[in-house]
T-cell receptor, first 111, second 112 residues
């Protein structure tokens, strides 16, 4: 079963704009990870944020985590055409290392 | 390139058949995870091995089995295949518990 929902399901923006995707989950977590998937290909790991962290940065990526609201957001700044992909959040909870994935956001960057 | 390899990339077979998917984890990673991605169910965890031992089981059918060998590579065996088993099968590996999981490129299974 899916851990939660991602919002929006699909997002189209102009190249150069910022893209924000949200992820909600249901249970207490150990960590939350974001992945990118290009059309039917493998999952690329983007960033991991632990439950005791509130914000992390990696290049043009910024991830926030609000455990009180059971939600996370992924911000991609200065988007590029190559950022076109599906983005998934995935959580692990205490006592179980498996990843439970969200439903994904399909991001399209318009050149 | 994540360092996780999977073979084959594509597999086309008929209902009732049996196939084996292979995964080599990143060097030094002891944990191997198998996931299935299908249109109707999304990404689902199947099973985890840690240093040769089964550690966790998810939504894995009885027709499916897996193992991890002493060299840490893993195989996922799917038998009595049905049309609904058509999906992308991913292997992931991680160094330690609750660390990043790095995914292989996947095996696309088509059951006709």
């Amino acid at each position: 079963s899916q851990q939660g929902e991602e919002d929006p399901q699909a997002l189209s923006i102009q190249e150069g704009e910022n893209a924000t995707m949200n992820c909600s989950y249901k249970t207490s977590i150990n960590n939350l990870q974001w992945y990118r998937q290009n059309s039917g290909r493998g999952l690329v790991h983007l960033i991991l944020i632990r439950s005791n962290e509130r914000e992390k940065h990696s290049g043009r990526l910024r991830v926030t985590l609000d455990t009180s609201k059971k939600s996370s957001s992924l911000l991609i700044t200065a988007s590029r055409a190559a950022d076109t992909a599906s983005y998934f959040c995935a959580t692990t909870d205490f006592g179980n290392e498996k990843l439970t994935f969200g439903t994904g956001t399909r991001l399209t960057i318009i050149p | 390139d994540s360092g996780v390899t999977q073979t084959p990339k594509h597999l086309i077979t008929a209902t009732g058949q049996r196939v084996t998917l292979r995964c080599s984890p990143r060097s030094g990673d002891l944990s191997v995870y198998w996931y299935q991605q299908s249109l109707d169910q999304g990404l689902q965890f199947l099973i985890q091995y840690y240093n040769g031992e089964e550690r966790a089981k998810g939504n894995i059918l009885e027709r499916f089995s897996a193992q991890q060998f002493p060299d840490l590579h893993s195989e996922l065996n799917l038998s009595s295949l049905e049309l609904g088993d058509s999906a992308l099968y991913f292997c992931a590996s991680s160094e330690n518990s609750y660390n990043e999981q790095f995914f292989g490129p996947g095996t696309r299974l088509t059951v006709l």
